[in-house]
């Protein structure tokens, strides 16, 4: 069975930075598109990016509008690891972070269903 890992939250003050990692056991990330999603105290799940599979080669990357040009995802098939830069972290971006996989797309991504997923990073954000 597959485990996704996060790791990287903390607590960072407004205008910080902080960046979350994925990795996975017993598998290569490199079959999965990966997402990373949030949930704030009190709302919805919300998804916020996510990158296609490794062996696709496409290299695609998607950024809802909440995050874009302040988060930046990336993936390193040597380290099997995906990564989360996040920066210019504001209150609102208080959460907990998920990665998630799924297996099923051959190229590109969204942020729809998702079928394996990591236990979530907590990130606060406060002065």
């Known amino acids: 069975q597959v485990h996704l890992v996060e790791s990287g939250g903390g607590f960072v003050q407004p205008g910080g930075s902080l960046r979350l990692s994925c990795t996975a056991s017993?598998?290569?990330?490199?079959?999965?598109?990966i997402g990373w999603f949030r949930r704030a105290p009190g709302k919805e799940r919300e998804g916020l990016s996510c990158i296609s599979r490794g062996d696709a080669g496409d290299g695609f990357t998607h950024y809802t509008d909440s995050v874009k040009g302040r988060f930046t995802i990336s993936r390193d098939s040597a380290k099997n690891m995906v990564y989360l830069q996040m920066n210019n972290l504001q209150p609102e971006d208080t959460a907990v972070y998920y990665c998630a996989g799924r297996n099923n797309t051959i190229s590109g991504c969204n942020l729809g269903w998702y079928g394996t997923w990591g236990q979530g990073t907590r990130v606060t954000v406060s002065s």
């Open positions: 017993g598998t290569s990330l490199d079959v999965f598109a």
